[in-house]
């Protein structure tokens, strides 16, 4: 359980001073297209039905269909004419302050690099088919698309105040690990989850997990864990809501968590919305699955 970390604290060699670099989409291998086609097609098998709507229509109008990376510079007409996002590759995990400006600016952050076919089920860093295949379908969306923008112009100003470890609580378990409450049942949109086949199926079916009604002050005290299936996931009732609820002016909010002390992964409050009160089996054996995605 940590919060982010990074691995580079200057621009390495060949990097813009805004951290990015060109895609090279000429230089990917038969064998890295490959395994994005592998990728994209195991996920497309278990997606429909557990996916949110916006996520797969996001897919369709990008036409990120499984026949390879996809090459940024035709992506992002569609995704620029659409919500005015565009995607930058850069070297890696970046530090706050760029990653913040990018969103701000509406630029998405994507590494360059594809995992390995033997790292199909567990990559520690984020590769193009995690950026890519997860993140960028929801930023398709004009609401969601305003969310993030917004997003990162709140981590400017919780960078100033110190409150970044729990700006990224927010980030973790909305953009990462969210779940949506529709009439047809839970849906999935974060990106940690639509890019995993195994917590595609975990996040929803499993009965280990808690499933919680979102609240913003909840969520920001809520620790998390980055190295295997999630303990708690919190469910938001519409893109929507999460935009409105997320535009408030965050002072208070700030000024509240600063009193408040930090909730274990697996609490259930009170005052919690409960959908699902896990077992928490899963966690108490120790975990046995690493995360895909």
């Known amino acids: 359980m940590s919060d982010f970390t990074h691995v580079h604290e200057t621009p390495p060699e060949g990097a813009a001073e805004d951290w990015t670099i060109p895609q090279a989409w000429e230089s990917y291998t038969d064998v890295e297209h490959q395994t994005w086609v592998t990728l994209y097609e195991r996920q497309m098998k278990i997606l429909p039905g557990r996916a949110a709507d916006v996520f797969l229509k ?11 990376i996809p090459d940024f510079r035709e992506m992002n007409q569609k995704l620029e004419a659409l919500t005015g996002w565009t995607v930058v590759c850069v070297p890696g995990l970046v530090p706050d302050e760029v990653f913040f400006d990018h969103l701000a600016n509406r630029r998405f952050p994507s590494g360059q690099f594809i995992r390995k076919p033997d ?66 049942g839970l849906r999935i949109y974060g990106a940690g989850i639509v890019s995993s086949s195994t917590e595609s199926k975990f996040s929803l079916e499993d009965p280990s997990p808690n499933r919680l009604g979102f609240d913003l002050e909840r969520v920001m005290r809520t620790l998390y864990r ?3 299936f999630q303990q708690v996931y919190f469910v938001i009732p519409s893109i929507e809501q999460l935009r409105e609820v997320t535009l408030q002016d965050f002072g208070p909010v700030y000024e509240n968590l600063k009193g408040a002390e930090d909730l274990p992964i697996d609490a259930i409050l009170p005052s919690d919305k409960v959908f699902t009160r896990g077992t928490q089996a899963y966690a108490a054996r120790g975990g046995r699955f690493a995360k895909a995605g």
Do not use: C
């Open 226 to 228: 980055i190295d295997d």
């Open 58 to 68: 996001g897919l369709e109008a990008l036409d990120l269909h499984g026949s390879g």
């Open 119 to 184: 790292q199909l089920d567990y990559l520690q860093e984020p590769d193009i088919f995690h950026d890519v295949f997860g993140h960028v379908p929801m930023l398709t969306d004009p609401t969601f698309a305003d969310y993030m923008e917004a997003y990162g112009k709140g981590g400017q100003r919780a960078a100033s105040l110190g409150m970044l470890p729990n700006l990224a609580r927010l980030y973790w378990y909305t953009v990462e690990f969210g779940l949506m409450e529709t009439p047809e």
